[in-house]
């Protein structure tokens, strides 16, 4: 199994970012994808999550309307649209998939922001 997450990286506040995460070694349309952030000194925090079908996607309140996580089940990958980055946002971003009995991660991609 894998998770390959992709396209982080600096940039300055107000910008934007769009990150991937390449899936493989599992059955990707059939399960719940999601990006989750640890900044240092604080816990990882879920981010985003999108059920299988790609309805139905929540937003942690810090980023709602900033934020949009997608999939593409046909290239097993989910995406996570950041647009409007501020300092707060500064983090490295994981991808997870689950099926609420098995958790699978990425190794994580740095997000900067800063001017």
């Known amino acids: 199994v894998q998770l390959v997450e992709s396209g982080g990286g600096l940039v300055q506040p107000g910008g934007s970012l769009r990150l991937s995460c390449a899936a493989s070694?599992?059955?990707?349309?059939?399960?719940?994808m999601s990006w989750y952030r640890q900044a240092p000194g604080k816990e990882r925090e879920l981010v985003a999550v999108?059920?299988?079908?790609?309805?139905?996607?929540n937003y942690a309140d810090s980023v709602k309307g900033r934020f949009t996580i997608s999939r593409d089940n046909a290239k097993n990958t989910v995406y996570l649209q950041m647009n409007s980055l501020n300092p707060e946002d500064t983090a490295v971003y994981y991808c997870?998939?689950?099926?609420?009995?098995?958790?699978?991660w990425g190794q994580g991609t740095q997000v900067t922001v800063s001017s």
């Open positions: 997870n998939g689950h099926n609420f009995r098995v958790w699978y």
């Open positions: 070694g599992f059955t990707f349309s059939s399960y719940y």
């Open positions: 999108i059920a299988s079908t790609g309805e139905n996607p």
